[in-house]
T-cell receptor, first 107, second 113 residues
Framework: QKEVEQNSGPLSVPEGAIASLNCTYS??????FFWYRQYSGKSPELIMS????GDKEDGRFTAQLNKASQYVSLLIRDSQPSDSATYLC???????FGAGTRLTVKP | GAGVSQTPSNKVTEKGKYVELRCDPI?????LYWYRQSLGQGPEFLIY????????DSGLPNDRFFAVRPEGSVSTLKIQRTERGDSAVYLC???????????FGSGTRLTVV
């Protein structure tokens, strides 16, 4: 069974801090990696995609991919209370999602 | 349409009944996915269509679940003899192809009583 694993949290950070979310995957042949944000009662929303080793930055979000170690992470800089949500990692080859990490940013 | 449309948004049915959930993907998206999500869990993969054919149906939990996409656009998820354990939010997502991120619909909340 191909797996995508995340720390379920909850993760709590103060406003303005860096939030770090991590995800590991089991299929070494995976090529596409995605981070989704899901607010309570809403559907997941794609926020980042990454396909190559290294970092990819988009505004306050940075995705980091290390295929050798089979992990992908999401950093949120200058965290805001509006970032409070569940963050889901997805590995496209599997079409499977992790269980999600619930992030709370405290004012 | 501009987004992925799912109908109905809410469905309450009695145990043992048959239900159909509809998904209308973004125009031109060839890949369509069905997931279900229970409270506090990540989306659970059910089935993936590429065009009209089911490319991967390994997530369907049992033979009470079936999905079709006859013309490569709208898809219907069909659940026979519903059970209380089928209660969840059923999410549909579409993608231009299998290697891009998905756009999700707003989901159908199914409650089996």
């Amino acid at each position: 069974q191909k797996e995508v694993e995340q720390n379920s949290g909850p993760l709590s950070v103060p406003e303005g801090a860096i939030a770090s979310l991590n995800c590991t995957y089991s299929d070494r042949g995976s090529q596409s990696f995605f981070w989704y944000r899901q607010y309570s009662g809403k559907s997941p929303e794609l926020i980042m995609s990454i396909y190559s080793n290294g970092d990819k930055e988009d505004g306050r979000f940075t995705a980091q991919l290390n295929k050798a170690s089979q992990y992908v992470s999401l950093l949120i800089r200058d965290s805001q209370p509006s970032d409070s949500a569940t963050y889901l990692c997805a590995v496209n080859n599997d079409m499977r999602f992790g269980a999600g990490t619930r992030l709370t940013v405290k004012p | 349409g501009a987004g992925v449309s799912q109908t109905p948004s809410n469905k309450v049915t009695e145990k043992g009944k048959y239900v159909e959930l509809r998904c209308d993907p973004i125009s031109g998206h060839t890949a369509l996915y069905w997931y279900r999500q229970s409270l506090g869990q990540g989306p659970e993969f059910l089935i993936y269509f590429q065009g009209t054919g089911a490319a991967d149906d390994s997530g369907l939990p049992n033979d009470r679940f079936f999905a079709v996409r006859p013309e490569g656009s709208v898809s219907t998820l069909k659940i026979q003899r519903t059970e209380r354990g089928d209660s969840a939010v059923y999410l549909c997502a579409s993608s231009p192809a299998g290697t891009y991120g998905y756009t999700f619909g707003s989901g159908t909340r199914l409650t089996v009583v």
